[in-house]
């Protein structure tokens, strides 16, 4: 039922008319990966799209634009809001009890890690903000789910967006019993915010 799983940032700069240049290159890798997923996507027979953000306009518009640029089937948005990373990953377990068994799905959680990486990044710098960053990595790898839950609360004031989105398509994939396994593409720091992109094998 699901045959595509993602994690995608979402900074506006990715997008080819905004920014200057020379910041495009400083997170080639980042445009790179989610060209990859783009290609993957567009191999696949996918018939709805489930995206989560926590922003309305570029949380859901970034990832679509080098996902699914061009997908025209069931697209559903959920835009996250405040709630506990549980109580999203329970969210993600109930929208999954409700999927139709005869479609072909694909998943998109977007999101951006901590944003305060650095001394001029948007929120200034935070020691817990690389700590969260490379504990999420890890949490995700070693597939420590509960720890991965718990993440806003090891490290307070990493000033992320997107742990909720990720649990959110996490519960999915943990209602649906399917083997996963994440593929870390990318993670790029250069302005202070952390962008992970992931690709989730599905077996």
Not at 68 to 94: D, M
Not at 138 to 143: G, I, M, S
Request: hydrophobic share 35%; with cysteine; aromatic share 12%.
């Amino acid at each position: 039922m699901i045959i595509f799983a993602c994690f995608s940032p979402h900074p506006p700069l990715l997008l080819p008319n905004i920014g200057p240049d020379k910041d495009k290159t400083r997170i080639k890798n980042t445009i790179k990966s989610l060209q990859l997923l783009g290609k993957k996507f567009k191999e696949l027979d996918i018939d709805a799209l489930i995206i989560s953000s926590p922003h309305l306009d570029w949380g859901f518009n970034v990832p679509l634009f080098f996902i699914a640029p061009n997908f025209s089937k069931e697209i559903k948005k959920y835009l996250i809001k405040s709630e506990t990373p549980q109580s999203y990953f329970k969210e993600g377990k109930n929208i999954y009890s409700q999927l139709k068994p005869n479609k072909k799905y694909a998943l998109i959680a977007s999101g951006d890690m901590s944003h305060c990486l650095k001394k001029e990044g948007p929120y200034g710098f935070h020691p817990n903000g690389p700590k969260y960053d490379k504990a999420l990595i890890k949490f995700l790898k070693t597939k420590e789910t509960e720890k991965f839950l718990e993440l806003d609360k090891m490290f307070p004031r990493a000033e992320e967006c997107g742990l909720r989105s990720f649990s959110f398509i996490l519960g999915i994939l943990e209602a649906s019993k399917i083997n996963w396994q994440p593929e870390i593409l990318s993670y790029e720091n250069p302005f202070g915010v952390g962008y992970l992109t992931v690709n989730i094998k599905l077996n």
